[in-house]
């Protein structure tokens, strides 16, 4: 399973620089690399921006490929290695998967095709978080990934107690605004979309302080 995992992790990160490849000709001298609430491109650059998200997807899969020799948190509990292995090849594919289907679409605007870029980015966004929040929970405690808080980073019991409630957030949250996005209007879905996200955020300070300082006691990093 691991095997199959690698390689199609490979696949995801190598498939958009051949596409680039095949495609190179065709690019228009400028492609466009944001668009507004309204779906509307705002800002365009050179066609060689096209490779800046599989350079990302890159860099992002590489580091996560690194974590268990960088992190000096998982280098002092080899159990907390060992366990960060089973979950790590997941969240390269997440990472892989999300980055790679936002160079498609950047690649298809860029030769013409019409796609209502808000709501794809958004939906793809919310599936991204919700692969995320059903494995967050596994995480050890490190410096690189996950609900990384001053009260997580000091506490494993906190933040053990943050990732098992903030995965069950992060994936019923975004299973909901996926169904709320057939019955509100794509400007509106995108507002509680984002919201939700900064609620997110705001939340996992919150708890996790709140937690270290009612149950929790400094150094129990251990998973």
């Given at each position: 399973m691991k095997n199959k995992l690698n390689w199609l992790e490979a696949a995801l990160v190598l498939a958009p620089f051949l596409l680039v490849l095949a495609f190179w000709n065709q690019l228009p001298a400028r492609v466009p690399i944001h668009w507004n609430l309204a779906g509307e491109i705002d800002r365009w650059s050179s066609k060689s921006s096209i490779l800046l998200?599989?350079?990302?997807?890159?860099?992002?899969?590489?580091?996560?490929?690194?974590?268990?020799?960088?992190?000096?948190?998982?280098?002092?509990?080899r159990s907390s290695t060992e366990r960060m292995n089973t979950v790590l090849p997941i969240f390269r594919l997440l990472f892989a998967t999300f980055f790679f289907f936002t160079f498609l679409l950047v690649l298809c605007a860029s030769l013409g095709a019409f796609l209502s870029v808000g709501?794809?980015?958004?939906?793809?966004?919310?599936?991204?978080?919700?692969?995320?929040?059903?494995?967050?929970?596994?995480?050890?405690?490190?410096?690189?990934?996950?609900?990384?808080?001053?009260?997580?980073?000091?506490?494993?019991?906190?933040?053990?107690?943050?990732?098992?409630?903030?995965?069950?957030?992060?994936?019923?949250?975004?299973?909901?605004?996926?169904?709320?996005?057939?019955?509100?209007?794509?400007?509106i879905f995108i507002f509680l979309?984002?919201?939700?996200?900064?609620?997110?955020?705001?939340?996992?300070?919150?708890?996790?302080?709140?937690?270290?300082?009612?149950?929790a006691r400094p150094d129990q990093s251990s998973p």
């Open positions: 998200m599989p350079l990302t997807s890159c860099a992002t899969v590489a580091l996560l490929h690194l974590i268990p020799w960088l992190d000096p948190k998982l280098r002092r509990k709501r794809i980015i958004t939906t793809s966004v919310l599936l991204f978080l919700a692969g995320i929040g059903n494995y967050l929970g596994k995480l050890r405690p490190n410096y690189f990934i996950g609900l990384r808080t001053p009260w997580t980073l000091e506490s494993g019991e906190t933040w053990r107690a943050t990732h098992r409630l903030g995965g069950r957030l992060f994936f019923f949250g975004s299973i909901g605004l996926l169904l709320a996005e057939f019955l509100v209007p794509e400007p979309s984002v919201t939700a996200a900064l609620l997110l955020v705001v939340w996992s300070f919150v708890y996790s302080w709140r937690h270290f300082h009612m149950s």
